[in-house]
């Protein structure tokens, strides 16, 4: 059974940092495409990076230069470094994980975390 679980999260100023985790277990994570995606109230959830097998990574647009996703496969574990902090980016945090990168990029990822809250404030 796939299990995902993300840590991490939490609250800080403006310009602050955070690394979200999220240890995937029941599978090989080498073997799955995975990304974080976010959903703050409101609004749609929305996708913010995602990591292929071979490691090629993509962010949408805001995060570019801010985030960087990363995976350490020997660990079965999924990151994600947020510097630079807006208010904007206040949210619940979700990694998701799938062998069909398709799926995972319109975000029908089969699997799916709990959700971790990332709180910024101005």
């Known amino acids: 059974q796939v299990q995902l679980v993300e840590s991490g999260g939490g609250s800080v100023q403006a310009g602050g940092s955070l690394r979200l985790s999220c240890a995937a277990s029941g599978y090989t994570s080498s073997t799955y495409c995975m990304g974080w995606f976010r959903q703050a109230p409101g609004k749609e959830r929305e996708r913010v990076a995602i990591i292929d097998r071979a490691g090629t990574t993509t962010y949408k647009e805001s995060a570019k230069g801010r985030f960087t996703i990363s995976r350490d496969n020997a660990k079965n574990t999924l990151y994600l470094q947020m510097n630079s902090l807006k208010p904007e980016d206040t949210a619940m945090y979700y990694c998701?994980?799938?062998?069909?990168?398709?799926?995972?990029?319109?975000?029908?990822?089969?699997?799916w975390g709990q959700g971790t809250q990332v709180t910024v404030s101005s």
């Open positions: 998701a994980a799938d062998t069909n990168f398709y799926r995972l990029w319109v975000g029908s990822a089969l699997n």
